[in-house]
């Protein structure tokens, strides 16, 4: 059995700079990498670094990047054979400059993600015998986001739902096909309409998410903990300590840890106190993809901070 991701997979070109240019400005910047990204393959090289056996589902042009990025995915130990390669487009690509004080600017061209479509929530169906959970994001048309959620859901596979980007025009059927949703306070209130930055508003906002038919709302609010209800259960998880260098794919890494503990056959609890701790570790280390845990990491983290592995 295995974990299916379906989204995004990016190359992320990026350029750090003294400060961002105005418009008609040409600057000389200080720095320049390439590293792979997007959500969806954010998750599954999570996912896959946990020792949880994983299958990426979506897209990649024909370009160089594509190349680079099927690697990247085979390397960190993700079954990417049911990526699809499209000849009509460029690859998903991510053009970031980052200044002398964190700030950005980020364009981001879609590629290939954005023709993801019915064709390939086909080919996940082929897969859904064989899966436990199917991991969903918004960096793909949210036609077929909804298309897989569906064909999950007949299935009986466990949907978790990622809503990031934050949007607020979510179709009313999707919350119906989702297991669990895992936003974080933007993307919360973004949903719901609401501001969320406590453990109070986020609550409010999981109780909102619920009645929409969700059967379980995890509320991400970074290093003021986490909040997960269902329509049993009401509780708060902390955040654990950590020096933060960089939150790029903690929340990633969180749905990463949250999987991998439901698919170990943990319960609810212990599998946000998984999601936490995967979100902690990717924030103490630059980049995407580079920040995320290995189970060997992982392991020791946890068992530094008291957290059985075995616990349920």
Request: with cysteine; aromatic share 6%.
């Amino acid at each position: 059995m295995s974990i299916i991701v379906f989204g995004s997979i990016n190359i992320d070109l990026v350029v750090t700079a003294p400060r961002l240019p105005v418009a008609g400005e040409t600057l000389l910047g200080n720095n320049f990498f390439q590293v792979p990204g997007g959500k969806g393959a954010n998750q599954a090289v999570a996912l896959a670094r946990l020792e949880i056996p994983t299958q990426m589902v979506g897209r990649v042009g024909t370009d160089s990047f594509a190349s680079e990025l099927l690697y990247n995915l085979a390397n960190s130990g993700v079954d990417s054979s049911n990526v699809s390669i499209d000849e009509t487009v460029s690859s998903g690509v991510a053009i970031i400059a980052v200044d002398d004080r964190s700030e950005n600017q980020i364009i981001v061209i879609p590629g290939a993600n954005g023709r993801v479509n019915q064709e390939d929530v086909e080919q996940l169906s082929d897969l859904l015998p064989n899966s436990t959970a199917l991991l969903l994001q918004f960096e793909i048309p949210m036609a077929a986001v909804v298309a897989a959620a569906k064909a999950a859901h007949q299935a009986g596979v466990k949907v978790i739902l990622d809503p990031a980007p934050a949007q607020s025009n979510v179709p009313d059927e999707l919350y119906a096909l989702v297991d669990i949703i895992t936003p974080n306070e933007v993307e919360a209130g973004q949903l719901v309409g609401i501001s969320v930055n406590n453990a109070e508003s986020a609550k409010e906002a999981a109780a909102v998410l619920l009645q929409r038919g969700v059967k379980c709302a995890i509320v991400k609010l970074g290093a003021k903990g986490v909040v997960c209800a269902t329509a049993e259960e009401t509780f708060f998880v902390p955040a654990f300590a950590v020096q933060a260098v960089d939150t790029v794919a903690a929340g990633d890494a969180f749905n990463g840890g949250l999987a991998a503990a439901l698919y170990n056959g943990m319960s609810l609890h212990q599998a946000v106190v998984w999601g936490a701790a995967a979100g902690a570790l990717a924030a103490t280390k630059a980049g995407a993809q580079t920040s995320l845990p290995d189970k060997f990491t992982f392991d020791a983290f946890l068992k530094e901070r008291g957290v059985l592995k075995d616990e349920v």
